[in-house]
C-alpha cells in the first residue's frame, strides 16, 4: 500500500470511529417510558453576535510576493519550521522572489495549517494568491504529520492548535524585530487561521478547545471536529467552510455537522463535484481553484480589512463558472 494510500485509509478510519463513538445525541433508554409531551413558546432563534471588524478597505493593486523560512522549535522538542509568503516589493506576478524586501503597508496575517501527509509548499497556487493579495501567510511544517516527520501520526493532530498558537506569536514578534524584512509591516491585531483536512481540525480546534482569542475568522477546507469538537467559543469570529461533496477522505456531511454548530457569521462553499482537495488547493484545470481563491480573498478582505465592499462581494466571487454554491449567513 502506498504511503498515501496509507494516510487516506487512517485518516478515514479514525474520522469514522471518531463520529460514530463520539455522538452527543443521545435517544432514550431502550424500554424507557418516552418523556412527556411539554407546551413551549416559540421564540426565533437568536441572531449571532456581531463580529468586531473595524471599517477599513483593503489593497486594491496585487502585490510581488516575498518567501522566506522561519525555523522554531516548540517545548524543545517540537521542530516547527514556518513557510512565510508576504506583500514584496517589485512587480506583481512571477513566482516567489526568496527574502525579498516587503511591501510597504501594515498587512494582516494568516495562519495555514497544512493536512496529513503534507508540507505548505502543496498549498502554493493558493497561499500565494493570498500574499499577492495583500495578507502575509504563515504555514508551519508540523513534526508528526507531514511528509517531513512521520506523515501518518493522525493521533498529533490534537498538539497541533498549541504549535500554531506558538508559531503564531514568534511570527507577531518579527514586526518589532530590528532588521527584519517584516519589522513594521505586520497587523498584528488582525490575524486569521485556515487549513486544510488534518490542517481543518487543528483550525476548528483553534476555535473550540484550543481557542486562541487573537483569531478574528476562520476558513476550513475539508475538516471535521474529530477530537477538537464543536464547543465554538470566546469573541465572534466568522468563519467559511469550502468542502466538496464527492471528498472521498472526510464525507462532506461531516464537514456540514461542523458547519452547522458554528454560532457566529459564517458560510460554506460546497463544490459539488470537489473531492477531498487536490481541484480545490492545487492547479488542476484552474477553475475551482479560482473560484476558491477569489472567495477566499474577498471573506479575508472583509474579515481582516473591515471591507464592506469586499463582504459584498463574496456571492459573486463564489458563483464564477457555476461550480460551486454557497451558503451564505455572514
Not at 477599513?56 to 516547527?80: I, M, N, Y
Not at 514584496?88 to 516587503?102: F, I, K, L, W
Not at 502575509?136 to 500554531?164: C, E, H, I, K, Y
Not at 474529530?226 to 461533496?245: I, R
Request: hydrophobic share 40%; charged share 20%.
Amino acid at each position: 500500500m502506498s504511503r498515501r494510500a496509507a494516510s487516506v485509509l487512517i485518516a478515514s478510519t479514525l474520522v469514522a470511529s471518531t463520529l460514530v463513538g463520539c455522538s452527543t445525541d443521545r435517544g432514550p433508554a431502550e424500554g424507557a417510558d418516552p418523556p412527556a409531551p411539554q407546551a413551549t413558546a416559540s421564540a426565533p432563534p437568536a441572531a449571532p453576535p456581531a463580529p468586531a471588524i473595524p471599517a477599513g478597505s483593503a489593497p486594491e493593486r496585487a502585490f510581488a510576493v516575498g518567501v522566506r523560512q522561519l525555523k522554531l522549535t516548540r517545548d524543545g522538542d517540537r521542530s516547527l519550521p514556518v513557510t512565510i509568503w508576504y506583500p514584496a516589493s517589485g512587480r506583481a506576478g512571477g513566482e516567489p522572489v526568496d527574502s525579498a524586501q516587503g511591501a510597504d503597508g501594515k498587512f494582516p496575517v494568516v495562519m495555514f495549517s497544512h493536512g496529513l501527509g503534507g508540507r505548505p509548499t502543496d498549498y502554493a497556487a493558493l497561499l500565494t494568491r493570498w500574499a499577492a493579495a495583500g495578507f502575509v501567510v504563515a504555514a508551519p511544517t508540523f513534526p508528526n504529520t507531514s511528509r517531513r516527520g512521520d506523515g501518518n501520526n493522525v493521533l498529533d493532530v490534537l498538539n497541533q492548535p498549541a504549535d500554531v498558537s506558538y508559531a503564531l506569536t514568534r511570527v507577531l514578534a518579527l514586526d518589532g524585530r530590528d532588521g527584519d524584512p517584516l519589522r513594521g509591516r505586520l497587523a498584528t491585531d488582525r490575524v486569521a487561521a485556515a487549513g486544510h483536512s488534518a490542517g481543518g481540525v487543528t483550525t476548528i480546534g483553534l476555535f473550540t478547545a484550543g481557542r486562541d482569542e487573537r483569531l478574528a475568522a476562520g476558513i476550513v477546507f475539508a475538516g471535521t471536529a474529530v477530537g477538537v469538537g464543536t464547543a465554538f467559543a470566546g469573541a465572534t469570529a466568522p468563519q467559511l467552510f469550502v468542502h466538496g461533496e464527492a471528498d472521498e477522505v472526510v464525507q462532506y456531511s461531516a464537514g456540514k455537522a461542523v458547519y452547522d454548530k458554528v454560532p457566529w457569521p459564517k458560510a460554506m462553499l460546497s463544490l459539488p463535484d470537489g473531492d477531498h482537495g487536490r481541484d480545490l488547493l492545487r492547479d488542476g484545470d484552474g477553475a475551482s481553484l479560482r473560484v476558491v481563491a477569489d472567495t477566499t480573498i474577498e471573506f479575508l478582505r472583509w474579515t481582516l480589512y473591515g471591507d464592506a465592499a469586499a463582504k459584498e462581494r463574496i456571492p459573486t466571487a463564489s458563483a464564477g463558472g457555476d461550480i460551486a454554491t454557497l451558503d451564505n449567513h455572514l
